[in-house]
């Protein structure tokens, strides 16, 4: 019995900086005037099946949890209050269940435990590595930022042993218990047996869960094997900017068999079109209000670029396509009205009134970016729906059909792969063929020869091959991947090089091709080196899950029975506030 150790020796100087830092912080965490911790004998922190625990209770376990040297801003940060009113919650869940199986401890098991100066805290599951390694309540492995492997956590050791014997002594024990909880020797054992029977109901619970060799080597392959892809991704925009026909015959041929699709459209966007407006075209390099000056210069080179183009010669279209950050672009820029009831068109119409149809304004400076507009007319009042379903026609024509264009070129470069062909080689062709080219342009002869390839193919979201970095089963090689096509999984699928997946998958903006360029796959070999600690870190986690979703039933079976008083969970103001005493 700890009596015995009454008796013994006469209290030594141990770690005069450990017990001043542990009384500092208490004082300053439980002074008069802080929360609701005097004259409240009647009242309690908390209730759970009817227990109060205490003020006096409750700041014996803040206190327990609290660091030495604690910094009250890094507490608050932590909502350490709620998170020890949280725990004793789930330590009372627990108990309860500890009474109905009839588990207990012995006196010596307890006896044990105070004499190694292993005093315990209840933290919620959920979050009790991170916080026992944030408190220093286990032993830490810093370089992974958590508790060293199969070391105890919520456990705060306590300097119980003289520095001349080295052996267990009760003057210190209890000088240092009052210091830290303010509580009796006997009254600290009893928390500390609730503390102990509440951990021996999570032990019995995270024993149950076993994990077979199948389940840590699948962890093990998960985390150890790597794929390297080639993927090709056909993005809806470039088909429309370059490859649908957009011709008044295909438009007008697309809309007599969509004729519902634009009849819904018009009626949406009827209000937008009025007899009188401005009809332009635009180009767009695009910043928001907060963008740096730095970046302003950018967009300002990128539309001076497109305004250098235009006066060189090069088709307004065919810049707006290329160079345009507005959606217009993939229509060559068609922008449609200038609805006056728009205040932020503003500039834009005042531009356009002083152009003669066909010509291209100067550099246009918004709030939102730089413009250059070229005026197409006003539109006439017999004219307004006319102009405005085909304008809705063409723009829904090249979305639709960029989207079938790209899956027929997914399709086929499957099948030019499957058949053997280098799948650069094959992306190249076909994006040549794919190119919405009936003629030859008038220049072709004085600028074909500075470039080896038309400028369509050497446009950022132009057909093309990507490789990735080697990537395991838990990474997303291709972000714009949905995730319903389940790609790294479909990847690692994949079992020799060069070999492709038969079907086109969806992205975001598109379809993307996938072939596998390497595979290192784990091996059993490799895993017989590292079963023993693959099969505990799993254990763990499972067990830890296992605790976690049985405190979630727990707790909402007994949610009626749970009372929480906010006075003792809210944190503390900042220096100097109103609750400061």
Same mark, same amino acid.
């Given at each position: 019995m700890l009596s015995v150790f009454r008796r013994g020796g006469v209290m030594q100087a141990i770690g005069g900086a450990i017990v001043v830092g542990i009384i500092v912080v208490f004082v300053l965490e !439980?002074?008069?005037?802080?929360?609701? =911790? &005097?004259g409240l004998k009647s009242e309690c922190a908390l209730e759970v099946f009817g227990r109060c625990i205490t003020p006096k209770e409750f700041y014996a376990a803040y206190g327990l949890a609290l660091p030495r040297g604690a910094d009250p801003a890094g507490l608050r940060k932590l909502l350490l209050r709620q998170q020890v009113a949280e725990g004793l919650v789930e330590r009372e869940l627990l108990l309860k269940e500890a009474d109905r199986l009839g588990i207990s401890i012995s006196d010596q098991q307890l006896e044990d435990e105070l004499v190694s100066g292993r005093a315990r805290v209840s933290l919620p599951v959920a979050v009790s590595e991170k916080l026992s390694f944030q408190l220093g309540l286990c032993r830490r492995q810093p370089a992974t930022f958590g508790c060293e492997p199969g070391a105890e956590q919520m456990v705060r050791q306590l300097p119980v042993k003289s520095f001349e014997t080295k052996q267990f002594d009760y003057k210190i024990y209890e000088r240092i218990v009052r210091n830290t909880t303010n509580r009796s020797?006997?009254? !600290? %054992? +009893?928390?500390q047996k609730r503390e102990l029977r509440a951990k021996r109901m999570r032990d019995l619970l995270r024993a149950r869960v076993r994990v077979s060799e199948a389940e840590a080597f699948m962890l093990f392959e998960r985390e150890r094997?790597?794929?390297?892809?080639?993927?090709?991704? $056909? %993005?809806?925009? /470039?088909f429309a900017k370059y490859a649908v026909d957009t011709s008044d015959a295909a438009v007008k041929a697309w809309a007599a068999q969509n004729q519902g699709e634009?009849?819904?459209a018009w009626k949406e966007e009827q209000a937008k079109w009025k007899a009188g407006c401005y009809l332009v075209s635009e180009i767009f390099a695009q910043f928001s209000p907060e963008t740096s000056d730095q970046d302003k210069l950018l967009?300002?080179?990128? @539309? +001076?670029?497109?305004? %250098?183009r235009i006066r060189g010669g090069d088709a307004f279209e065919e810049v707006a396509r290329e160079l345009s950050d507005a959606s217009s672009a993939t229509d060559g820029g068609a922008r449609g009205c200038l609805s006056s009831d728009d205040p932020s068109t503003k500039a834009l119409q005042d531009a356009a009134s002083g152009l003669k149809p066909g010509k291209v304004s100067p550099i246009i400076e918004t709030e939102n970016g730089f413009y250059l507009i070229r005026l197409e007319g006003t539109l006439g009042s017999s004219a307004v729906e006319a102009v405005a379903r085909r304008s809705i026609s063409r723009r829904l024509a090249a979305r639709f059909l960029a989207g079938e264009l790209a899956l027929k070129f997914a399709t086929e470069l499957i099948e030019k792969a499957q058949a053997g062909a280098s799948l650069e080689t094959a992306t190249r062709e076909l994006a040549e063929r794919y190119l919405r080219r009936p003629e030859k342009r008038a220049r072709a002869s004085a600028k074909s020869a500075e470039t080896k390839a038309?400028? +369509? $193919? +050497?446009?950022?979201?132009?057909? %093309? =091959?990507?490789i990735s970095t080697p990537f395991t089963l838990r990474d997303a090689p291709i972000p714009s991947a949905m995730p319903g096509e389940a790609l790294t999984s479909k990847a690692f699928e994949l079992d020799k090089p060069n070999a492709v997946h038969p079907v086109p998958? &969806? &992205?975001?903006?598109? /379809? =993307?091709? @996938?072939?596998l360029k390497e595979k290192d796959p784990a091996t059993r070999q490799e895993f017989a080196q590292h079963k023993g600690e693959l099969v505990r870190r799993l254990e763990y986690v499972k067990a830890q899950d296992a605790l976690a979703r049985m405190l979630v039933r727990l707790r909402k079976q007994a949610e009626q029975k749970i009372v929480i008083n906010p006075t003792y969970t809210a944190e503390p103001k900042g220096q100097g506030s109103s609750d400061e005493g």
């Open positions: !439980f002074r008069a005037g802080r929360g609701a =911790v &005097t020797p006997r009254e !600290f %054992k +009893e928390m094997s790597r794929v390297v892809l080639r993927s090709v991704e $056909l %993005k809806r925009d /470039w634009v009849d819904s967009s300002r080179d990128h @539309i +001076e670029q497109a305004d %250098k038309p400028p +369509e $193919l +050497e446009v950022a979201d132009r057909p %093309k =091959v990507e998958l &969806t &992205t975001q903006d598109g /379809w =993307v091709v @996938i072939q």
